[in-house]
T-cell receptor, first 114, second 114 residues
Framework: AQSVAQPEDQVNVAEGNPLTVKCTYS??????LFWYVQYPNRGLQFLLK??????LVKGSYGFEAEFNKSQTSFHLKKPSALVSDSALYFC????????????FGTGTRLTIIP | NAGVTQTPKFQVLKTGQSMTLQCAQD?????MSWYRQDPGMGLRLIHY???????DQGEVPNGYNVSRSTTEDFPLRLLSAAPSQTSVYFC?????????????FGPGTRLTVL
């Protein structure tokens, strides 16, 4: 069965510093990986996804994620954090051999400190 | 396009009451799904549909019914609400071309069962 782990419930970063939100996954084959962001009282918004090819994926709002097959990780990164990046971030995985089912991690609350 | 819309935004029920959460999308997406979001548990799939007339169970289907009579609408029914169903409910949709597709989420319905 596929699964996703987000080891940090909370990440605090000073404004202007680089940020990383961690995600590790487990699937039977090559994974399809996604990052979503949730702002307060809103639905989830798609940030980026990894399907195949380049291990560094660029997404919305200046975010990028690095796929590392040997470490089964898909960490979300941004070179310079903004206060407006404060939100709840979810990593998700889909088994390419399976159906449309998307398995989510438990989420990481990112707080950018001015 | 309005995207994915959900009504109501907030609802309070008493134990044993029934209600229907509405979900609609105007993107002609074949795939629609319902998730519930609980603190520390991420999003869990309740039911999903790959097209009109076709539905299937997700990870936590007990206590919920769905139907898909049209491509646009995918209502979620609670037949006899229980306090354990207090949660935030999200509807999502995507094209059904394969597991690389991005899911688009509605703004959510916050349900409290007393």
């Amino acid at each position: 069965a596929q699964s996703v782990a987000q080891p940090e419930d909370q990440v605090n970063v000073a404004e202007g510093n680089p940020l990383t939100v961690k995600c590790t996954y487990s699937v039977s084959g090559n994974p399809y990986l996604f990052w979503y962001v949730q702002y307060p009282n809103r639905g989830l918004q798609f940030l980026l996804k990894y399907i195949t090819g380049d291990n560094l994926v660029k997404g919305s709002y200046g975010f990028e994620a690095e796929f590392n097959k040997s470490q089964t990780s898909f960490h979300l990164k941004k070179p310079s954090a903004l206060v407006s990046d404060s939100a709840l971030y979810f990593c998700a995985v889909r088994d390419p051999g399976g159906n449309e089912k998307l398995t989510f991690g438990t989420g990481t609350r990112l707080t950018i400190i001015p | 396009n309005a995207g994915v819309t959900q009504t109501p935004k907030f609802q309070v029920l008493k134990t044993g009451q029934s209600m229907t959460l509405q979900c609609a999308q105007d993107m002609n997406h074949e795939y629609m799904s319902w998730y519930r979001q609980d603190p520390g548990m991420g999003l869990r799939l309740i039911h999903y549909s790959v097209g009109a007339g076709i539905t299937d169970q997700g990870e936590v289907p007990n206590g919920y019914n769905v139907s898909r009579s049209t491509t646009e609408d995918f209502p979620l029914r609670l037949l006899s609400a229980a306090p354990s169903q207090t949660s935030v409910y999200f509807c999502a949709s995507s094209y059904y071309r394969g597991p690389t597709d991005t899911q688009y989420f509605g703004p959510g319905t916050r349900l409290t069962v007393l």
